[in-house]
């Protein structure tokens, strides 16, 4: 059978197991329900998403430990060839040969191997961002993280406080979860340590980044740009502030949006028919 249609099916299974994993979860509980009514649209779908994800932690599992690390990882560094190595391209007609030339003498790129790589988060994503960066770019890899992880990675960084990596990021790559606290986790005064050369990229959640003050300090040419993946809320409102600069990259959620990181994220219901079974779940969260 076809893994979407199997998860279509396993949703109502998914819900109805959900009350069995409730008793279990307290707190996690309120919040999963406050994300349900704060969302912009209460369609079922989306509150069968939300519902699943707490059985999900209920039965301590993470569906998204293979696949979203290696999409999510590609799609950020698809942003920084765009942002940084300008792309002109010719469709439709040849450049005349004085806009040809103009274009040759005036476009400039930057070479990621010179610069530094600065990731707020080293999670299982910005592990593999960092990855890349060190060992496919040759950048100089700085993170910041709550704990204490440098053990546990295989490439060269260095751990470094906040107003650091901030001070010394030429890309700042945001990686971090939505807990409490994190609203506008990187906000005016964090934005104002940055370098008016750096670049700004999100792909973990829209909330963590204050957007209007990510805007001033664009237009106010304080920033050199940004890219941006996730929005709060999402879709975008038709005034968002963002929109309109020339030096900002702004896509609709598609990080993930890969046809292997889909298909396996469907069949995450295996491991929660083996978890039910009392067998132990191929991912595991930590």
């Known amino acids: 059978m076809d893994p979407a249609a199997i998860v279509n099916v396993a949703l109502a299974g998914l819900l109805t197991g959900l009350v069995y994993g409730l008793m279990a979860l307290g707190l996690s509980v309120i919040f999963g329900v406050v994300r349900v009514v704060?969302?912009?649209?209460?369609?079922?779908?989306?509150?069968?998403?939300?519902?699943?994800?707490?059985?999900?932690?209920?039965?301590?599992?993470d569906p998204f430990?293979?696949?979203?690390?290696?999409?999510?990882?590609?799609?950020?560094?698809?942003?920084?060839?765009?942002l940084l190595r300008p792309w002109c391209f010719f469709r439709e007609r040849a450049y005349e040969p004085a806009e040809f030339k103009r274009i040759r003498n005036s476009v400039r790129?930057?070479?990621?191997?010179?610069?530094?790589?600065?990731?707020?988060?080293?999670?299982?994503?910005?592990r593999r961002v960092g990855r890349?960066?060190?060992?496919?770019?040759?950048?100089?890899?700085?993170?910041?993280?709550?704990?204490?992880?440098?053990?546990?990675?295989?490439?060269?960084?260095?751990?470094?406080?906040?107003?650091?990596?901030?001070?010394?990021?030429?890309?700042?790559?945001?990686?971090v979860d939505m807990r409490p606290g994190n609203r506008n986790l990187v906000a005016a005064e964090q934005l104002a340590l940055l370098k008016p050369t750096a670049v700004v990229v999100n792909t973990s959640r829209g909330e963590v980044l204050d957007a209007a003050a990510l805007a001033d300090a664009i237009r106010g040419g304080r920033l050199a740009g940004a890219a941006i993946d996730v929005f709060a809320p999402e879709p975008p409102p038709a005034d968002y502030p963002?929109?309109?600069?020339?030096?900002?990259?702004?896509?609709?959620?598609?990080?993930?949006?890969?046809?292997?990181a889909l298909e396996n994220m469907s069949w995450v219901v295996r491991d929660v028919e083996a978890v039910l079974r009392g067998e132990k779940p191929r991912w595991p969260a930590p």
Do not use: C, W
């Open 109 to 126: 790129g930057v070479q990621l191997n010179e610069l530094t790589l600065g990731v707020l988060g080293m999670g299982r994503v910005g």
């Open 65 to 82: 430990l293979a696949v979203l690390p290696v999409a999510a990882a590609f799609f950020v560094f698809g942003y920084l060839l765009q």
């Open 38 to 61: 704060n969302f912009a649209h209460g369609e079922m779908m989306t509150i069968a998403m939300y519902a699943t994800v707490v059985l999900f932690t209920a039965l301590r599992l």
């Open 132 to 175: 890349i960066g060190a060992s496919g770019f040759a950048m100089r890899v700085i993170y910041n993280e709550l704990r204490d992880v440098a053990g546990e990675l295989d490439f060269p960084a260095v751990a470094v406080d906040k107003p650091t990596l901030y001070r010394e990021a030429d890309v700042l790559t945001i990686h």
């Open 242 to 260: 963002l929109l309109g600069l020339p030096n900002v990259l702004l896509t609709p959620h598609l990080a993930a949006r890969t046809a292997t």
